[in-house]
DNA sequence: CCGAATGAAAA
DNA sequence: TTTTCATTCGG
């Protein structure tokens, strides 16, 4: 209670009139009018009119009474809300990037997402059409399935929205999500559950958190309402009333809608409260949906919310009910979620085990448990609650949130308890369901056309004149063009060197049986969708790696995966270790040569299956994950995430998961080397290169050159920022392959020169749109020689640096002495010295480190103190000349 | 909380 | 044509 009510809302709808938002939002949303709202919306279609009509004044009254009611209306108003605050779906390339961002992380840890974004960017430029196609498809999936859920969405809630207030809204709203019962859930599971977890083990991830739920469940319904269309076309003429049992296919939606109205064995246990409060609204539902095909839309919601409602209203029998009503599944879900945290941590501790073979597998993987229902596991998840990041400071600001806005409260209020039950109904009617179908295609009629939306936010006004400035320097560098350079390379890097060499060839081994094992996953679990999406596949299973992978649970989600070597590399790498194991280091470098030239094997073979696999494009949903692979393993990091967000899928939740899982996971996820060669190749087929494999050159720039190129990066946003200058410098850097440069010149041309380079960069590498592209990335990227050479560019790079900071003449020294060892017999042949020019680059990558650690620490080491750095250098210097 | 990327939608 | 905003997560 508590008044919750209320607050009653009204107050905060006072507030929420004063931002404007909405006045009209305001009527809509007081709680008589929230729903007429709906009717409004549901207007198209008459018959729901009636029943809304009815439905509402019941409604009215019972929720000017008591404040579930109030949930209800709130979960409507969220739903509102929702919309407006909904996240936009995101589109083909945030699916890619949400899908490969791993693995960019993997190869270069010490990357930042701006850095991997860009990465990604470039990735992405590179993709063939039919591969991005998938991606496409997938967003609009996404994007449809959204439109459903939030019909009157508006993606751009106005200008206004500036954010102010918003901001605290944004970020509730982000962790909503896709609206639903999210909320509820949120504060269920804060309150409820564990408040504190926050700690983060759970990140569990998608499953964990509620709005994904929704959201998973809505791209299970568009997925399957993609296939089963026809379905709906039949189903809605016979649409009887009752009964609801229609084709399994029938629709999530209307399981969802079923199971939320209650069916009758709910109402029955349930008392005369619940009724009060819910079933005037399940009622309702129940009919319209039956009614009429078109209510989708309008169903769709409302499913939801009685869903919530019900469950909020439920929620102080609830759990007797939901035992009632039986689905273990959901039960066992509930006591999970009780159980929460101590599970959790045991299952987490339990599944450390896992290899990184399962990791990679976990990629591939979908399936949990196949099964289907509901017993087995139990595990973690529950926490959904958790939801997903905790990071936020979602609690605090729905806190401070929720007053202000009006609905909110309501939501608060209503219950923890109600919000989790609510979400595992839906799980269950997940599970039950049979997710498919329905979906109706047939019209959207939205219900609320223009509805209201959007909150309005307030001002924007802050952040509005940042972007301009960021636009102008964008244009700027724009047109300076950018060098692109390119690099994808690949590559491990340090970590990898750091990597034992044994480790890595395990690690190859790994990476094929994690193809296997793909295949295997793939099979789990039924359900027609599924196997549509499998589709091709047909693997043959593999005993062996599932015995390791399974091991537990598996993952669901997870896409990429973590799985690399940083930890090593962290482990000993790190500064600390370089210097206490120079040998060490040397080794890795070893080992980074050695990598490199499996790597490039692997790749050789996993292309060559591929593309005698064929066209990708088919196969490529199934995937062609794992490839990545590469080395390794066991990063601390990943694992943990990998297992966070994976383990705590268990059973049921884990269905829902894996679906959005081999949804999302049917995206083929492409190895870096993938894009690099296909960088290289565009502009020449690169025959020589990729004939010979040569472990070299790619390989070993790639990595370094890229985490060089995230230092550098730095570096020289800070200077950019003093100076503009940075462009030349970038461009100087842009420098693709020197012919003569090499060491030295570059710089000074740069302009001229950067152009002609430039210029012919852009011909190598397609990359994709420049506009924004360009800019700092430009900056970035590093610069690799045809040959492999890293090139003068890095070493311009550094010089610049060293410039810019005051020229560290150590530093930059020592670079100019590895390179020169290498570097000056490097421009004319190539060949061996690939492997030189890695360590080379290590050491500079090292250097750059030391650099990017401290400026400090530059400005001492240009005096020559250096204590840090230098020793790394020289030491690296050494190792290379032996 | 910004940023870096792309894309879709809105203004 | 220009803004917003979706995802990510290190700084």
Redesign the pocket.
């Known amino acids: 209670m508590k008044g919750g009510g209320g607050g009653k809302e009204v107050p905060a709808e006072g507030e929420v009139s004063a931002k404007q938002r909405p006045k009209r939002k305001c009527l809509q949303w007081h709680p008589l009018l929230s729903k007429k709202k709906a009717l409004d919306f549901s207007e198209e279609e008459e018959d729901e009119d009636e029943e809304e009509l009815e439905k509402v004044p019941v409604e009215c009254p019972e929720r000017s009474g008591q404040a579930p009611e109030c949930v209800a209306m709130e979960d409507d108003g969220e739903e509102d809300s929702s919309e407006q605050?909904?996240?936009?779906?995101?589109?083909?390339?945030?699916l890619f990037?949400?899908r490969h961002?791993?693995l960019v992380?993997q190869e270069h840890p010490?990357l930042?997402?701006?850095?991997?974004?860009?990465i990604?960017?470039?990735w992405?430029?590179v993709l063939e059409p039919s591969e991005?196609q998938k991606y496409?498809d997938m967003?609009?999936e996404y994007?449809d399935a959204f439109?459903k859920a939030n019909p009157g969405?508006?993606?751009?809630?106005?200008?206004s929205?500036?954010?102010k207030s918003?901001?605290h809204a944004?970020?509730n709203?982000?962790k909503k999500?896709w609206s639903l019962p999210s909320n509820n859930t949120k504060d269920i599971t804060v309150a409820k559950k564990v408040p504190k977890t926050d700690s983060s083990p759970q990140l569990n991830f998608a499953m964990a958190d509620p709005t994904k739920m929704g959201?998973l469940s809505m791209l299970l319904l568009a997925g399957e309402h993609a296939l089963t269309a026809r379905e709906i076309s039949s189903s809605s003429s016979q649409s009887g009333a009752g009964d609801v049992a229609k084709h399994t296919g029938k629709s999530a939606l209307f399981q969802l809608a079923e199971i939320s109205s209650c069916p009758p064995q709910i109402d029955g246990c349930k008392s005369s409260e619940c009724r009060s409060a819910a079933a005037p609204q399940t009622e309702v539902c129940g009919l319209s949906q039956p009614n009429s095909p078109d209510l989708p839309s309008s169903c769709m919601r409302s499913p939801l919310f009685q869903l919530a409602e019900i469950s909020s209203s439920g929620s102080q029998a609830s759990v007797s009910e939901v035992k009632q009503c039986g689905q273990s599944a959901l039960f066992q879900l509930a006591e999970m979620c009780l159980a929460s945290e101590a599970e959790k941590l045991e299952a987490l501790s339990s599944q450390p085990a896992m290899d990184s073979s399962s990791l990679c597998a976990q990629d591939s993987a979908p399936d949990t448990t196949p099964t289907v229902d509901l017993p087995t596991p139990t595990p973690p998840s529950s926490p959904p609650a958790s939801c997903?990041?905790k990071?936020?400071?979602n609690d605090v600001?729905k806190g401070e949130k929720s007053p202000g806005s009006p609905k909110k409260p309501c939501k608060k209020r209503s219950s923890s308890g109600s919000d989790l039950e609510s979400l595992m109904y839906t799980i269950e009617a997940v599970a039950k369901g049979a997710w498919g179908s329905e979906e109706m295609e047939t019209t959207r009629k939205r219900a609320r056309p223009s509805g209201g939306l959007s909150d309005q936010?307030s001002s924007?006004?802050?952040?509005?004149t940042?972007?301009?400035?960021?636009?102008q320097?964008?244009t700027k560098e724009d047109e300076e063009e950018?060098g692109e350079g390119e690099d994808c390379k690949p590559l491990e890097t340090e970590g990898s060197v750091l990597s034992h060499e044994t480790e890595l060839k395990t690690e190859c081994k790994k990476e094929v049986d994690v193809k296997v094992d793909r295949a295997e996953d793939s099979e789990p679990h039924i359900s027609t969708e599924q196997q549509i999406s499998k589709g091709v596949e047909a693997g043959s299973p593999l005993p062996n790696k599932g015995e390791e992978k399974d091991l537990e649970v598996k993952p669901v989600v997870i896409q990429t995966e973590e799985r690399d070597i940083e930890p090593k590399p962290e482990a000993c790498g790190s500064r600390k270790s370089e210097r206490s194991c120079k040998g060490a280091l040397y080794k890795t470098l070893v080992s980074e040569g050695m990598l490199t030239s499996l790597r490039a094997n692997v790749d050789r073979g996993k292309r060559g299956s591929m593309r005698g696999a064929v066209s990708e494009s088919e196969i490529g949903w199934t995937d062609e994950s794992c490839n990545f692979s590469q080395p390794a393993a066991s990063n601390p990091?990943k694992l943990k995430?990998s297992k966070s967000k994976e383990e705590p899928v268990p059973g049921n939740l884990g269905k829902l998961e894996e679906e959005f899982e081999k949804k999302f996971n049917s995206l083929p996820q492409y190895s870096p080397l993938t894009f690099d060669k296909k960088s290289t190749a565009v502009t020449k087929r690169k025959k020589a290169n990729v004939t010979n494999p040569l472990e070299s050159p790619t390989p070993n720039k790639g990595p370094s050159p890229s985490q060089k190129k995230t230092l550098f990066h730095?570096i020289v946003?800070k200077y950019k920022h003093k100076k503009e200058k940075a462009g030349t410098l970038e461009k100087a850097i842009a420098q693709p392959d020197p012919t003569a440069s090499d060491t030295g010149t570059a710089k000074s041309d740069s302009s001229c020169a950067s152009l002609a380079t430039e210029t012919r960069k852009m011909g190598d590498v397609p990359?994709?749109?420049?506009?924004?592209?360009?800019?700092?990335?430009?900056i970035t990227h590093l610069v690799r020689t045809a040959d492999g050479r890293l090139s003068p560019a890095e070493a311009d790079k550094v010089k610049e640096l060293t410039q810019d900071q005051d020229g560290k003449p150590l530093t930059h020294e020592t670079l100019c002495n590895t390179e020169s060892c290498s570097t000056d017999p490097g421009p004319a042949e190539s060949g061996s010295l690939p492997a030189f020019f890695s360590l080379a680059a290590l050491a500079e990558v090292a250097a750059m480190e030391n650099m990017h650690r401290g400026q400090r620490a530059v400005s001492v080491a240009a005096e020559g103190q250096v204590k840090d750095m230098a020793p790394q250098t020289p030491v690296l210097i050494s190792c290379a000349d032996q």
Not at 153 to 159: E, G, N, Q, S
């Open positions: 605050r909904a996240r936009r779906p995101m589109n083909a390339f945030l990037c949400k961002r791993s992380r010490r930042d997402n701006r850095g991997a974004t860009k990604l960017a470039d992405w430029a991005k496409t967003a609009k994007k439109m969405y508006k993606w751009c809630p106005a200008t929205k500036p954010v918003p901001t944004v970020s709203a982000r999500a959201g997903k990041k990071k936020k400071p600001a936010p924007a006004e802050k952040k509005k940042k972007p301009k400035a960021k636009k320097l964008r950018r990091k995430k730095k946003s990359v994709g749109s420049q506009k924004r592209k360009a800019r700092k990335s430009k």
